[in-house]
């Protein structure tokens, strides 16, 4: 008795009786459910905390696909399947808050393949090169396949589609209705990167209706603004666009920090003055480490989010950081409160690391399931499995096997087409050319001395003659350009990957080179070829929409190191050719771009014209 | 001329015309809105980015509700209405991601009167305290008048209603269901502290089923759980409640903060080795700093999160670090991506500061509009003006005047009413006993020997009785238990607010001056009095549930000082005695409480007995 209870046992209408007398000390009528058994317990490992920077030793068990419990080693639980985690550490798995799978030239079953094995369980992916070629189509049918792997794969809807309207001709335009419908799709959390800031800052009515649609509906919305800065950068934020994950020097990285971007640092954005930088200020902002555009050669022999993280360390990043800046951080970014971190009640998602400035991945799990051990996956992946069983190469396969397998819509071109016509008198004349960098995928805007004779352009011979033909059947346009800056012999390079409206672009110092390797490209229904003296030393088909590819990861990435081999011994020498070739065509990105219509100005978003904005 | 576009001026179907030789450089088709006039402009001031860390000079501009740009000081703009801020700081407008509105003593409207001026822009709120008394009509109506102010107060849906089912009976139940449909109610963003974390640990299918109903809906689950740890701090997480402002050892903190909890530090946590063991973490978890339950006296005296702030610097937080736990990270756990920073595209409420470690509060504005200067309100504060001019004080006013007048049901109870009657045999025998401290809530279980004569339980000297009275007519009980650990001279105190069922609880040295207090609380329809040698010498009336008055914030303050003061002069000295005396009967916060049922063990979740539990 605890005491003499005057209203005790009364008992309460339509209720059950009070009271120590009535029921003991146990509560009355309560339902109890005994607790369940873990599903995987890893035991003896070492987690490390995102949260708080620590490392301590505690077992992981893990029930359906969340983290049921992280406790003291040795906690006796009763678990369905073991690991034992000793010398590991235990870590989340990483999160890509912004990148474009096509860039893997792999469709998602081929990406998660590839990369599952690498530790990337989740990602944001902006399917803006398909949706450029197949429309809504495209999207849809990304959402499908993602769905089916065990990796989560999220996507944004394309917000520039073509990157800029009225100044080329994609195989697909999508309007505000459009975007909107397509916000709403399961598996869609936000607006992919809005390219064109000039539009932005200039108040552009459709661009903010677009932008305005993802904010009403509470979604994320994708930057994209080299280099803007000061009232420009305020407008850009205002309009709700708030992440940035381009190449901008140290002090607009630190001014984007400040204004509140979510700055995500790729692979060539990283450097020491920029860590120096961002180790000075007071507090850490949120940054996250992207992949953006990762092409498969490059993932299997170096990683994914794995190196990115390992770059930033060997530059000065603290390891914590760099491993915050692939898990919590990101995760927070895409309003995921359900990971970022191994901690109960997460789902799990997790990796276990040999070490940890290393990045060395050894086992891989998603929501729940070891899906990856020792650089591989594990047999019969569900959504994997069967993916790799299709056709090994589109090139083999017909038509009807291939999904978008139809989109390039010319005819093999013949050396005549690579032959740059135009209606200026005969006679020496200055043309605008585009000066290409060695490093990045920025352009300058140069010119030089060319000589008509008999209504073609010759070019001096340290020049390279640049054309995009439009190749989606819409509305036939070619347009062309000298590229100056490159060192090459006689050859070209053709690609229908060709950000962002995918046009067959086609890069050379010889018409019969030209002409052989777009040929050879438009015959595979799409891809990447080098030529060399007329002769096509390389090929990497891509008859996915002229951008992907069905065959095993493994032998796309020899085929995209075979054609990155052959640009390198042609003279293309580039810290990321396929991304410096391909984006010779997107009018988004500075400073002087050649679409299918014709020579664009970036910075002044206008067409370029010689003697001004040079 | 940019060189010979071949495809230029063909055309697209349906579409513009290209090239340069149609439109210009412009781009054409394009529609253009003018930069919009902004509508205030904060120039001369320093922005405190708790972002970076940095402090630098910036003009802030607003437009609309929002900030439409940070940009350097003196950048030429047009505005409708300027503020000179030179010599101040802008900061975000502050955040409490866990508090009780009830505990002002004052509605919505006067809560928001009194904070405003602090700095406080954005609260979650949790009703648990009217919705025990009234039911769902109690938080609809606080939703509705929360809607009226211009702070931004959301609410979460009382999880535990009553606190412990079994062991008191408050003035409504809510079940899943009920709970559920609450869920979905706008301005609901989550499911309000699950106190009941015994429940929880031991596999309760109720509140797991509560609990699962608010995380399938995304919402936020905020938890309460002091001292909870280890496997049973998991199952707590694993559940999905990943928030704790409860106080901890500092242990304990820093396992919750590693384990993934959101840590909220309220002041009675704040301590300087808390920050020490923080500040040796190699990284700064998210860590809030919310005010849950703060009287309107020490509101006025002293501050709001202004306040927590301040103090959590003396005792060694590092200012930038409170500044960010009262702004970025507040908002974070809400999920309220549109605020907690002074970044463009962010609603616009902020806070001009004199200086931040004082958080000395002079501007304040919300949703882009001045509504506090200099410590008070601004003249015409919609939501606000017309609420100050109601009833002046509940015991004027009619019952018809008063929202939710009537809640206590019961008449001013006599002496005999405070005369432990028991059925056990007379003579001496041990009778387990409340054990108060001066700091903080928690209590401890004692014993004290007492006399039984005539069926009646005499205490001894040093020990003063507890009674707990149900008033709201459901299910008429009462409960008595001695108290000690106070020094108390003849008097009582009395009141209707009580956690969390907030039935009348009387606590005092004798009968006579308990029944006065209780006499005095019942007639002016809830409220809190004391009572000294028989007489009453200090009562707040709170007609409204029998928690809150309608009266201006001064005067229910000065009321609430003078009930302080006079439980001081009592001999009840604490430091939040408002907290002591009501949370005497809250049976889910450590270690022994009376309900209106009986003695409550808390830890072992079951009716207290003599000789075991001690």
Redesign the interface.
């Known amino acids: 008795?605890?005491?003499?209870?005057?209203?005790?046992g009364?008992?309460?209408?339509g209720?059950?009786q009070?009271?120590?007398t009535q029921s003991g000390?146990?509560?009355?009528?309560?339902?109890?459910?005994?607790?369940p058994v873990d599903d995987l317990l890893i035991r003896g490992g070492s987690v490390v905390?995102?949260?708080?920077?620590?490392t301590?030793e505690a077992d992981v068990?893990v029930?359906g696909d969340?983290?049921?419990?992280?406790?003291?080693p040795g906690?006796p639980r009763e678990a369905r399947e073991r690991i034992d985690a000793r010398g590991q550490l235990v870590v989340p798995g990483f999160i890509d808050s912004h990148m474009h799978v096509e860039s893997s030239f792999l469709t998602p079953a081929g990406f998660a393949a590839l990369t599952l094995p690498r530790g990337t369980t989740t990602v944001l992916a902006d399917p803006h090169e398909i949706v450029n070629v197949c429309g809504a189509d495209g999207l849809r049918w990304m959402l499908d396949e993602g769905r089916r792997t065990p990796q989560t794969m999220l996507f944004g809807v394309p917000s520039c589609v073509p990157a800029?309207?009225?100044?080329e001709?994609a195989g697909a335009e999508l309007g505000q209705s459009d975007v909107e419908a397509l916000l709403d799709l399961p598996g869609v959390v936000g607006l992919g990167e809005v390219m064109d800031y000039r539009?932005v800052v200039?108040?552009?009515?459709?661009m903010?209706g677009v932008v305005g649609a993802a904010r009403d509906r509470?979604a994320i919305v994708d930057g994209h603004c080299p280099g803007l800065t000061?009232?420009e950068?305020?407008?850009y934020?205002?309009?709700?666009?708030?992440s940035d994950h381009t190449k901008n020097p140290v002090p607009v990285v630190?001014e984007k920090?400040?204004?509140?971007m979510h700055v995500q640092l790729q692979e060539k954005s990283l450097s020491a003055e920029l860590f120096a930088a961002l180790g000075a200020?007071?507090?850490r902002?949120?940054i996250s480490l992207v992949t953006d555009d990762i092409a498969p050669d490059a993932i299997l022999a170096r990683g994914h989010l794995d190196h990115i993280a390992r770059r930033a360390v060997e530059l000065g990043m603290p390891p914590?950081?760099a491993l915050?800046a692939i898990t919590l951080t990101p995760a927070?970014r895409l309003?995921l409160?359900d990971r970022g971190?191994v901690?109960?009640?997460?789902r799990a998602d997790l990796v276990l690391l040999r070490d940890l400035p290393a990045f060395a991945v050894e086992t891989v799990v998603t929501g729940g399931r070891v899906v990856a051990r020792d650089g591989g996956l594990v047999e019969g992946v569900p959504g994997i499995a069967d993916a790799v069983s299709r056709p090994a190469t589109a090139s083999d396969a017909s038509d009807g096997g291939t999904p978008f397998g139809d989109t390039v819509r010319i005819a093999p071109p013949d050396a005549a087409t690579f032959r740059?016509?135009?209606?200026?008198p005969d006679g020496p004349r200055r043309?605008?050319a585009i000066r290409v960098n060695a490093v990045d995928t920025s352009t300058r805007i140069d010119s030089v001395e060319v000589e008509v004779r008999d209504g073609v352009?010759r070019l001096p011979p340290d020049t390279a003659l640049l054309t995009v033909i439009?190749r989606h059947g819409?509305?036939?346009?070619?347009?062309?350009?000298p590229v100056v800056g490159l060192d090459l012999g006689d050859g070209a390079v053709a690609t229908t990957y060709a950000h962002d409206s995918h046009n067959l672009l086609v890069l050379g110092t010889s018409a019969e080179s030209m002409a052989a390797a777009a040929s050879a490209v438009v015959r595979a229904r799409g891809g990447i070829a080098v030529a060399r003296g007329g002769t096509v030393v390389a090929l990497l088909p891509l008859p996915v929409a002229g951008l992907m590819s069905e065959a095993p990861a493994e032998q796309v990435a020899a085929d995209a190191g075979a054609v990155r081999a052959a640009l390198d011994e042609w003279g293309y020498r580039h810290a990321n050719a396929f991304m410096s070739v391909s984006t010779l065509a997107l009018p988004v990105s500075p400073s002087l771009k050649l679409t299918?219509?014709?020579?664009v100005?970036v910075e002044?978003?206008?067409?370029?014209?010689?003697g001004?904005g040079a």
Chains 1, 2 share one sequence.
Do not use: K
């Not at 969340?66 to 003291?72: D, E, G, L, N, P």
């Not at 819409?474 to 350009?481: D, I, L, R, S, Y």
């Open positions: 008795m605890s005491g003499g209870q005057a209203g005790a009364r008992g309460r209408p209720g059950g009070f009271g120590p000390r146990e509560r009355p009528g309560i339902a109890r459910t005994d607790r905390s995102v949260l708080t920077g620590e301590f068990a029930r969340r983290i049921s419990a992280v406790v003291a906690t800029l309207p009225g100044f001709v539009a200039s108040g552009d009515a459709r903010a509470g000061g009232a950068l305020s407008e934020l205002a309009l709700g666009i708030d630190v920090a400040r204004l509140g200020l007071p507090m902002p949120p914590l950081e915050r927070g309003r409160h971190s901690t109960p009640g997460r740059w016509r135009t209606t200026a043309e605008l352009v439009h819409v509305a036939p346009g070619q347009a062309f350009a299918d219509r014709g020579l100005d002044r978003r206008a067409w370029a014209v010689a001004e």
